[in-house]
C-alpha cells in the first residue's frame, strides 16, 4: 500500500512556471517507476511524464517535451514537475502515479500499469 500526496497546483497565466511535487508512502520508494498524468474537463486521462527507479531515465509526452522536468530524490521520497512556459493547454487536474517495478530503465505510459495514484493537484493557466 501506497499513498501518493500531490501539492503544488495553482492558478497562473500563460508563460508562467509551477512545481508540483508528491510525496509518497512506505519504505520501498527506490522500487518504484513514478510518473504524473493530467485529466482536462471532458477530455481523457494522458500520460504526461514518467521517471525510473533511480532517476536515470525519463519519458515525456510530446505536448510537454521541452517545457517541463520530472525529478525525483529517493532520499526523501518524492517526485517533482517542473512544468515552465505554461499554456492553456495545460490546464488539468494533474495526478502523481506510481508502481513497484523490477527494472531500472522501464517507463510506463499506460494508465493500466499503475497501481497507485494520488488525489490529484488543478493546475489552471488563463490566457
Known amino acids: 500500500q501506497v499513498q501518493l500526496v500531490e501539492s503544488g497546483g495553482g492558478l497562473v497565466q500563460t508563460g508562467d512556471s509551477l512545481r508540483l511535487s508528491c510525496t509518497a508512502s512506505?519504505?520501498?520508494?527506490?522500487?518504484?517507476?513514478m510518473g504524473w498524468f493530467r485529466q482536462a474537463p471532458g477530455k481523457e486521462r494522458e500520460f504526461v511524464s514518467g521517471?525510473?527507479?533511480?532517476?536515470?531515465?525519463?519519458d515525456y509526452t510530446d505536448s510537454v517535451k521541452g517545457r517541463f522536468t520530472i525529478s525525483r530524490d529517493n532520499a526523501k521520497n518524492t517526485v517533482s514537475l517542473q512544468m515552465n512556459n505554461l499554456k492553456p493547454d495545460d490546464t488539468a487536474v494533474y495526478y502523481c502515479?506510481?508502481?513497484?517495478?523490477?527494472?531500472?530503465?522501464?517507463?510506463?505510459?499506460?494508465?493500466?500499469?499503475?497501481?497507485?495514484w494520488g488525489q490529484g493537484t488543478q493546475v489552471t493557466v488563463s490566457s
Open positions: 512506505g519504505r520501498i520508494f527506490n522500487r518504484y517507476v
Open positions: 502515479v506510481a508502481i513497484e517495478a523490477h527494472s531500472d530503465y522501464v517507463i510506463f505510459r499506460s494508465r493500466s500499469r499503475y497501481d497507485y
Open positions: 521517471i525510473s527507479r533511480s532517476g536515470g531515465t525519463t
